[in-house]
């Protein structure tokens, strides 16, 4: 199942064109103006949370509903995610948002974690809508390989690549899609 995570060889990137830079001084591409700055983003209160705490219990409810890839349960049932692995940590020099989600996999040798992870970070994403720094992680000592799970799920490219995979992208989509 990690074999879907892979990063893209050199030949395989898109060539051609320019991509837009940040030096050009667009700040919602690269995140400073023309002179060097980071401008400033809204606070939390501005994007319409009271708190820390708010911004945390909104994106649990957005994690809560996420089915198991397996079983007919879902993540909250299993308690694979929990409202207190949710970090709402201090914003970048340049306000956003950073936010760490832990998750716990039912079983030291899960072979769905990275699937779960993915799903995770594709709800997230898609739910909320303005600048937000996210790291996920499966909770310390909770699965066997652990690591290279958090490295791929952290990988952008690598997420990109998944998503690319029609069956992977089906997959994440029934295991994401809200229940009527």
């Given at each position: 199942?990690?074999?879907?995570?892979?990063?893209?060889?050199?030949?395989?990137?898109p060539?051609?064109?320019?991509?837009?830079?940040?030096?050009?001084?667009?700040?919602?591409?690269?995140g400073?103006?023309?002179?060097?700055?980071?401008?400033?983003?809204?606070?939390?209160?501005?994007?319409?949370?009271?708190?820390?705490?708010?911004?945390?219990?909104?994106?649990?409810?957005?994690?809560?509903?996420?089915?198991?890839p397996?079983k007919p349960?879902?993540?909250?049932?299993?308690?694979?995610?929990?409202?207190?692995?949710?970090?709402?940590?201090?914003?970048?020099?340049?306000?956003?948002?950073?936010?760490?989600?832990?998750?716990?996999?039912?079983?030291?040798?899960?072979?769905?974690?990275?699937?779960?992870?993915?799903?995770?970070?594709?709800?997230?994403?898609?739910?909320?809508?303005?600048?937000?720094?996210?790291?996920?992680?499966?909770?310390?000592?909770?699965?066997?390989?652990?690591?290279?799970?958090?490295?791929?799920?952290?990988?952008?490219?690598?997420?990109?690549?998944?998503?690319?995979?029609?069956?992977?992208?089906?997959?994440?989509?029934?295991?994401?899609?809200?229940?009527d």
């Amino acid at each position: 199942m990690l074999s879907f995570f892979r990063k893209k060889t050199s030949d395989e990137l898109p060539t051609g064109g320019s991509a837009p830079s940040a030096a050009k001084g667009n700040p919602s591409i690269g995140g400073t103006t023309a002179n060097g700055e980071v401008p400033p983003r809204p606070s939390l209160q501005e994007l319409g949370y009271r708190n820390a705490n708010d911004l945390r219990e909104t994106i649990y409810d957005f994690l809560r509903t996420i089915r198991d890839p397996e079983k007919p349960s879902t993540l909250e049932d299993l308690h694979v995610v929990y409202e207190e692995g949710i970090f709402v940590n201090e914003p970048t020099s340049g306000n956003v948002n950073v936010v760490r989600v832990e998750f716990n996999p039912t079983v030291p040798h899960c072979s769905l974690a990275t699937l779960i992870g993915l799903c995770i970070r594709v709800k997230i994403e898609r739910n909320i809508t303005h600048s937000l720094k996210l790291d996920i992680y499966i909770k310390k000592g909770a699965h066997a390989t652990e690591d290279e799970i958090n490295k791929q799920i952290n990988d952008k490219e690598r997420i990109a690549a998944a998503m690319e995979n029609p069956n992977l992208r089906q997959l994440v989509e029934n295991c994401i899609k809200d229940e009527d």
